[in-house]
């Protein structure tokens, strides 16, 4: 009898997520005073999850967004993998 394989087909896809915005009074947070926005948003990529909150209830600001209402939502980019074993 001839080799057998087990061959599995995989697929991926790219979400993309808008919540709703929380306004900050940037006196509060004087790390990002003098910041453009770019700035800001690069600031934000590596510390908000350091960052004190808005509101109470929420650890850290990244928190506090993360549970923001989602306003947008878009699934596209499927991607299709294949893995292949061997069969007993």
Do not use: A, C, F
């Amino acid at each position: 009898m001839g080799r057998k394989v087990k061959i599995y087909q995989t697929e991926s896809y790219t979400t993309y997520i808008v919540r709703e915005p929380i306004t900050i009074d940037l006196d509060e947070y004087p790390e990002l005073e003098r910041l453009t926005s770019h700035e800001i948003v690069d600031y934000m990529e590596g510390n908000s999850s350091d960052m004190k909150p808005t509101e109470s209830g929420y650890e850290s600001l990244s928190d506090e967004l993360i549970e923001m209402e989602i306003i947008k939502e878009k699934i596209y980019g499927s991607e299709y993998s294949y893995i292949v074993e061997d069969s007993e």
